[in-house]
């Protein structure tokens, strides 16, 4: 257990919400009406930068908070960032007891799904150890491994394949970026799997010839079967290349997808040479359904990454409706449409974004919805980030918009106790604020802590202050250095905040380092793996 001690300028303010033994619990009363005075809000926890000498004394002044606000009829008019009444997304914030509208009707689980993988793999064996026969002989043991690991290895492009369809109840229950790491991990498998293959097949080919390794390797690129199995083994070697992070770092997007891409070729190869080999080919039933399998995988490519998008285009017709600044290089960008509750969008989740537009338009950006969807009405809050997302501050009301999904499992269905904490960093805010407004629960239930390296860094400060309050939630703002003295995001400080950690659901979301650590600090602090919920938008 760490025993960091809390800093000592570190000083929680007010909560937004008034004490729980002040306040029995009794029925939830209706909306208050707009023309009552406005509550002063306090704006959560604030952290200065720097801790006094030891032994100090710490000064009276206050610490850096929002001065209290007029009431309504004094209240100055609002800046261009301010939550407007006729923003459909903003001004109305739903009750809690709100459920989300439209839920997948199928979420397939990750158990279940890895427990079809394996399955899958049991079958391919099977085959395997039907056609397999028992000898002593050197080149009959190559031959017998080069046939279960290239059995293996086509199932495992298949399932590869399978995971990056965008397959609804696949995507909403095990998440995206789920799916992207199993993919890369299973990428891998099946490259040691291919290259053992081609391995032992050549050694059994130079032994059952007496010829050496050159010869034989010549005499098996004679096949035109096995010189398409090589192509497509060297296609899958440059995907599996450009896919190391130190080497996908220097590549645009554009033209790591575009490699990518190769990968459905190499696919297509392999299953020609699959054909030819004496395990398929050997009888009709197991090349019917070995043909089956791969049909089926390509139609679910086809109807899911193609189809799909280009159907809700013409349903939907998604257009940019307003740019909104929302803080030093963050915009909020309102799309419209028609029939957009027919997309069945949860809070939580995101979409890949294609708009219609130069230097935006071939590549698809994954975004969270900032806000539950409202009156034919999408929002994202996107930070300026690198070229792609600056463009997206320049875009133009009417533009068109491509949007696939949504995807994602970040949502309430992973919920499982009364008490929830939202755990927000940087623009990862975005999911969380979502979630933030539409999770069931009553005072006290829902607790959102957002970390910053500073108050100019807060996005969307307005609208959480005005959930907390209409909820009666608790809200803190977490500034200060990620490399400072002090770790608000240390066990004992989460503690502090939240006393009865352990008992909750966390929701994770920010950049990769500070998930890193809150996850490891969670875990410290008694929050059971099963019970953080995160997804890792590079990933998705």
């Not at 500034?479 to 966390?506: I, T």
């Amino acid at each position: 257990m760490t025993t960091e001690a809390s800093h000592p300028l570190y000083v929680p303010l007010a909560p937004l919400t008034a004490p729980r033994a002040e306040e029995p619990r009794r029925r939830r009363r209706p909306p208050v009406p707009p023309a009552r005075p406005a509550e002063p809000p306090a704006a959560g926890s604030v952290r200065p930068a720097e801790p006094p000498a030891a032994g100090s004394v710490r000064p009276a002044e206050p610490v850096a908070t929002r001065p209290a606000r007029p009431t309504r009829s004094a209240r100055p008019a609002r800046s261009a960032r301010s939550v407007r009444p006729t923003d459909p997304v903003a001004a109305r914030p739903i009750r809690p007891s709100a459920a989300p509208s439209a839920v997948p009707a199928l979420r397939l689980a990750p158990g279940r799904l890895r427990a079809g993988v394996a399955a899958g793999a049991g079958a391919v064996g099977l085959l395997w150890g039907l056609q397999a026969r028992p000898s002593a002989r050197l080149d009959v043991l190559f031959a017998s491994g080069a046939h279960l690991t290239g059995l293996l290895a086509g199932y495992g492009v298949l399932v590869l394949l399978l995971l990056m369809a965008r397959i609804p109840a696949v995507e909403h229950g095990v998440g995206a970026d789920r799916l992207a790491r199993r993919h890369a991990l299973g990428g891998r498998y099946v490259l040691g799997l291919i290259a053992a293959h081609a391995v032992l097949a050549l050694c059994g080919h130079a032994v059952h010839s007496h010829a050496d390794l050159v010869t034989a390797a010549g005499d098996l690129l004679s096949y035109g079967a096995i010189a398409a199995a090589t192509a497509g083994t060297a296609l899958l070697v440059a995907v599996g290349i450009t896919s190391a992070r130190s080497v996908r770092r220097r590549l645009r997007h554009e033209t790591w997808r575009a490699v990518h891409l190769g990968a459905l070729l190499a696919a297509a190869l392999g299953f020609v040479h699959q054909l030819a080999g004496p395990d398929i080919a050997g009888g009709l039933l197991t090349r019917w359904l070995w043909s089956l399998a791969h049909a089926v995988v390509a139609v679910l490519l086809v109807w899911y990454r193609i189809v799909v998008p280009v159907r809700a285009a013409l349903r939907h017709d998604l257009r940019v409706a307003e740019v909104r600044d929302e803080g030093p290089g963050v915009v909020s960008v309102l799309i419209r449409g028609r029939g957009v509750d027919r997309l069945r969008a949860e809070p939580g989740q995101f979409f890949r974004w294609r708009f219609l537009r130069r230097g935006l338009w071939a590549t698809a950006l994954p975004f969270s919805l900032s806000a539950p969807v409202r009156d034919d009405t999408l929002r994202i809050t996107v930070k300026a980030l690198g070229d792609h997302t600056r463009r997206v501050r320049r875009l133009r009301p009417g533009t068109r918009v491509l949007a696939t999904g949504p995807f994602g499992a970040l949502t309430a269905h992973r919920r499982t106790r009364r008490k929830v904490l939202l755990l927000a960093g940087g623009v990862g805010i975005t999911p969380l604020r979502a979630l933030f407004e539409t999770l069931p629960g009553g005072p006290g239930d829902v607790t959102l802590l957002y970390r910053a390296s500073d108050s100019s860094s807060v996005v969307l400060r307005e609208e959480l202050e005005a959930i907390a309050r209409e909820r009666r939630a608790d809200l803190h703002f977490l500034l200060g250095p990620s490399d400072g003295s002090f770790d608000p995001l240390a066990p004992r400080a989460l503690r502090n905040l939240v006393p009865d950690l352990a008992a909750h659901d966390v929701y994770l979301c920010g950049p990769p380092a500070m998930a890193r650590a809150a996850t490891a600090s969670l875990r410290r602090a008694g929050v059971p793996a099963s019970r953080i919920h995160s997804e890792d938008f590079d990933h998705a």
